[in-house]
């Protein structure tokens, strides 16, 4: 990448921000272009003065650099229907309480939401008792169903790494080429939620051990 700056709907973007756009586009291929525009502006900070991405804006940019051989964007997905929030909220929930020591409901083990029926419940959950609500997480994400036998308990969400964490990448000790190279090693945990029927003495510290490699994983 040659030090060529580019001015696309009144933003100036760098070869570190052409950089970044080509190795997310490559990190990223399963993601649909919506998704990778999301996530390129949330990265490059490309927002409205409300905060919001600029999307359309960031899909006309990477069209104009996929024109120009520059990047390679995923297939465009055709008559992609969204599910709406009105139907996700619309599910109910069997909130008797299960309480008692961690013994009487081991193993603890994790599945993953597979099926759209699957995905649709993990988010009524995740909307109505989880702090932040069911907002969309940018970039690879998956999701999980916490488990005690049959039983859900809660519900978990591993998503791709952030790019910028001054702490974590001096702690590592990472240089700009090191992440490029490294950073899909690393995932975030964006949603954890036990809930609030459960009263399962100590369970959040058993499930913190599972993520240690304790617990097996099922699904």
């Known amino acids: 990448m040659d030090d060529t700056i580019r ?7 760098g070869p570190e921000d052409i950089e970044l756009i080509q190795w997310l586009s490559k990190t990223y291929s399963k993601l649909s272009r919506s998704e990778l525009a999301a996530t390129v ?14 999307v359309q804006q960031c899909t006309a940019f990477m069209n104009e650099l996929e024109s120009e051989n520059i990047i390679q964007l995923p297939a465009k997905q055709m ?10 909220a619309a599910i109910e929930f069997d ?25 649709k419940r993990w988010g009524a959950y995740v909307n109505q008792y989880h702090m932040l609500g069911y907002k969309k997480t940018f970039g690879s994400r998956l999701k999980y169903f916490i488990q005690s036998g049959k039983n859900e308990i ?19 000790g990472w240089s700009v080429e090191d992440k490029k190279e490294r950073l899909q090693l690393i ?7 036990i809930f609030p029927w459960v009263k399962i003495k100590n369970l959040a510290t058993k499930h913190y051990l599972w993520q240690q490699g304790k617990y097996r994983r099922t699904g």
């Open 41 to 54: 502006c949330e990265l490059l900070n490309w927002t409205t003065p409300s905060g919001m991405p600029k």
């Open 154 to 172: 809660g519900c978990i969400q591993f998503s791709a790494s952030s790019w910028a964490l001054e702490k974590r990448d001096k702690w590592i």
């Open 95 to 119: 909130t008797k309480e299960i309480s008692g020591d961690i013994g009487c409901y081991e193993p603890i083990s994790l599945a993953i939401a597979r099926s759209s029926d699957e995905h």
């Open 187 to 193: 995932v975030n945990i964006s949603r954890y939620l």
């Open 79 to 88: 008559n992609k229907v969204r599910k709406g929030m009105s139907k996700i």
């Open 7 to 13: 001015v696309f709907s009144d933003r100036t973007f």
